[in-house]
């Protein structure tokens, strides 16, 4: 048993309905409690979806313990396939489900004697894999299943498009930013003459599948989702892939030259080199942007990121690539997959966090005091309750992050989005410190920056008047110092002369 | 609009497919409400993450709850269950020190049959914190009658008497909140404007205004409200005794009832509840007639009440809505409604308990009667699929549903109000009417002022579902 307050991500079934319900015509059936169809509000709310979330529950109440759920569970499926003719229902287990040991692939079975459309079992186990995992094998397996059956009835296309083309895998519902990632990737292959043969699973229909094949490679923007289906789709049919992540001006022009290599080696003899000298010097301004005097007052600022490996990974390249920002620490939450993270950002950070504790993650934020943070949802109420700024860069997040307007992560304009979001956060922190330096803000009680206890140490009227004086946005560490002085000294009281004694002795 | 009318209400049953918030929701407005407690859900990732995203920002606000999240050692009872809650619970009483440790038990707990009735007194006895269990799960419950469970559970730990002085004035808090830091003698004083009467407990957890408020409502009919089930504080639960009269406040607390009944020998007084200017005149009107008191200045009460009321009324009069059904207010709620001049096809319901709900369905139908306007049909355990297209077919005026309905059907031109935003938006009582009306009326009122740009339908006509 674990003690737990917040999760970073969510348990393996969201990832299953996340893939089920991006596609076009496909319905989620879950085998679950009543109560469970959660992830339906939660679609229906953060994406202000305007249709029918395409998920119902087969509930396990007391009658299916005492009697299974084969009839409930076939009976339902059916139903579906009457009522909304969908190409495929994926039968989606849950932690019960897990439990219960039904049979699930023998009603699928069953079920499938019955019913126009096709009918799949998720293979995930609750216990074994969590949402993001879910979410890479569930779309690996819908895929595959389609290639299969066209090929078993012979429908499989040869041959390649006849100029270069992708596909892109793995955008999704409740991703992060992920419909203005796709199509500002979309935008990028027009600009690169390259023609996007299919895009999965948002908005594709299970028919699309088959012709994957067709294109000359494929393109995976994200770490956590799609790479399954690549990896099939190479052992297939050999098809390359380009897992780099176009987050950055760098990591954009390292993406853009992979997939040139890829194409020449089909022989496609592209060249790309200028449009990456273009976009990046005069069109995209992140790259006009790190030479600027705005960006040369951030050199040197600290930063702490945590989210998940691909924005994460992407942020502190960015922040300590392009910006000169000091990344004094850099985390992810994808345990499963924490050797590709180090890799990743090692030589970027002074420090890497490998964590789903979101309490090692704020006390880490606390101890180090960063000038700014850029985290999920979890990290910006850290921040608020430390007076810090922070940028959300990953899920889990709120209706906030699911902007009307077009905020891109990923692209020449993702860069562009990048540098207001971390220029805003800095300077909104700076802005809060040169307030009250001049004394414009009322005086405030002074937060102690650790995120657990108060002080049990006295401050004397004169030292307390005297700290506030301290700019806000040292006097966290000041205090703290101060207060580390005096506790190795058995004092209990802070004077004023402890405070310049303790700011002497270790430079506080 | 005198259409031929059932002469008695007509219930239903369909299939359970409807969307509802799992019961383990209750720990949101429950810790909340007992300030000294400290819930501990006993479950999977899957609980955890409902409570994260429908508590939304109240989850950053160090809550006094947790999951005690099962791993795969749990399920196949490689781990010993007793150790690890000992170890949890320790943890707990180390970082947050609470009077009382709630354990919600869910689906998994139930199916892997973890004892937890039966471990908890033991662990009680050996961390010296009252462990309450309450099995507030998906499998066999919806929503608020997680509260249920809970309340149920905590009827048992009600004191029978209490001996020692200083902790009677501790049981004593209603008193003390009614009398705003009032001196004793003066306190005393007022007790004789009570009339003389069993002593009365009423259960269901309410904002503490809201408690005040209908305290203060009863005191006027000279009844003396001698506790309440939540208190706001664990070690000042209400003292219970055989022969004491308990009344409910809201229509999903049957459990809680029962166990008054059955465990503590209470006597239930069975009335519509306190839901709206009708409900909280009948309310207050059933229990004076139990006590024996003939109810002062009532009617006149309510009557200011519905006039304060015209300009919402006007909005809604004559119009249509519909219950899809999700927190067991649905009743209720109908009943003040159609006193309000709408009307009301369908009720949905989770769950009909037609005793421990009869006051109130019998207001119900008297209602219609009284405002000419035919019965609903009461749906249980609702089909949201089939639901849908009884919509379509009556296009109510109104959907009262859960969110995962409500956009789409926004999308499609249908007016819909979040029904949860009634489970904790403050109901209750003569003074909280207005803000039912502010809820029903929001979306009829936004409407109103955007009717003109002619976007109503925002779907392509082949998305119908
Ligand atoms: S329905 Fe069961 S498994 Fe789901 S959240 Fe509720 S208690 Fe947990």
Redesign the pocket.
Known sequence: MKLAYWMYAGPAHIGTLRIASSFKNVHAIMH?????DYFNVMRSMLERERDFTPVTASIVDRNVLARGSQEKVVDNITRKDREEHPDLIVLTP???SSILQEDLQNFVDRAQIEVQGDVLLADVNHYRVNELQAADRTLAQIVQFYIEKARKKGELPQGKTETPSVNILGITTLGFHNQHDCRELRQLMADLGIEVNTVIPAGATVHELKTLPRAWFNLVPYREVGLMAAEYLKTEFAMPYVDITPMGVVETARCIRAIQKLLNAQGAAVDYENFIDTQTRFVSQAAWFSRSIDCQNLTGKRAVVFGDNTHAAAMTKVLAREMGIHVVLSGTYCKYDADWFREQVSEYCDEVLISDDNAAIGDAIARLEPAAIFGTQMERHVGKRLDIPCGVIAAPIHIQNFPVGYRPFLGYEGANQIVDLVYNSFTLGMEDHLLEIFGGHDTKEVITKSVSADSDLNWTREAQAELNKVPGFVRGKVKRNTEKFARDRNLSEITIEVLYAAKEAIGA | MTVAQPDALNFDCETGNYHTF???SCVAWLYQKIEDSFFLVI??K??GY?LQNAMGVMIFAEPRYAMAELEEGDISAQLNDYEELKRLCLQIKRDRNPSVIVWIG???TEIIKMDLEGLAPKLEAEIGIPIVVARA???DYAFTQGEDTVLAAMAARCPSKVDNEAEKAERNAIQRLLSFGRKQEEVAQESSEYVDHPPLVLFGSLPDPVVTQLTLELKKQGIKVSGWLPAKRYTELPILEEGYYVCGVNPFLSRTATALMRRRKCKLIGAPFPIGPDGTRAWIEKICSVFGVEPQGLADREQQIWASLEDYLKLIRGKSIFFMGDNLLEVSLARFLIRCGMTCPEIGIPYMDKRYQGAELALLEQTCQEMGVPLPRIVEKPDNYNQIQRIYELQPDLVITGMAHANPLEARGINTKWSVEFTFAQIHGFTNARDILELVTRPLRRNLALKDLGWDKLVKEEARV
Do not use: E, K, Q, S
């Not at chain 1, 679950?32 to 469970?36: E, I, K, T």
């Open positions: 679950a409690p009543l109560g469970d849950t932690c019960t | 799992c019961p383990i479950g999977t899957t609980c409902f869910t689906c998994t799960n998906g499998l």
